[in-house]
């Protein structure tokens, strides 16, 4: 069964950090990060490539956010530091057997999403 499971989101202050994990239950080329603010559309915040390990962010969190994985667990994570109230969203981690691209419709798989928010 075909599965990504989100967990690691909550409350934080402003200049905070937050650490969100996703586990796959499928191997997958790449594995990518969205998120949703009410009232806007769900956007891209990063990717990682599972073969060489190279990851590519929004410049919106750049410097900021950080992709890795562990192997052991098919897991990867999305590091949040510097946390600023416009980073709080619904997010969501996404991945698909084929696309390697940004664009949210190029993904198949979706996990469930999980709420962060970030207190000014």
């Known amino acids: 069964q075909v599965q990504l499971v989100e967990s690691g989101g909550g409350l934080v202050q402003a200049g905070g950090s937050l650490r969100l994990s996703c586990a796959a239950s499928f191997s997958t080329a790449v594995m990518a990060w969205f998120r949703q603010a009410p009232g806007k559309e769900r956007e891209f915040v990063g990717q990682y490539f599972w073969g060489d390990g190279h990851t590519y962010y929004a410049d919106s969190v750049k410097g900021r956010f950080t992709i890795s994985r562990d192997n052991a667990k098919s897991t990867v994570y999305l590091q949040m530091n510097s946390l600023k109230a416009e980073d709080t969203a619904v997010y969501y981690c996404?991945?698909?057997?084929?696309?390697?691209?940004?664009?949210?419709?190029?993904?198949?798989?979706w996990g469930q999403g999980t709420q962060v928010t970030v207190s000014a």
């Open positions: 996404a991945a698909d057997k084929f696309y390697r691209g940004t664009q949210r419709t190029g993904y198949e798989y």
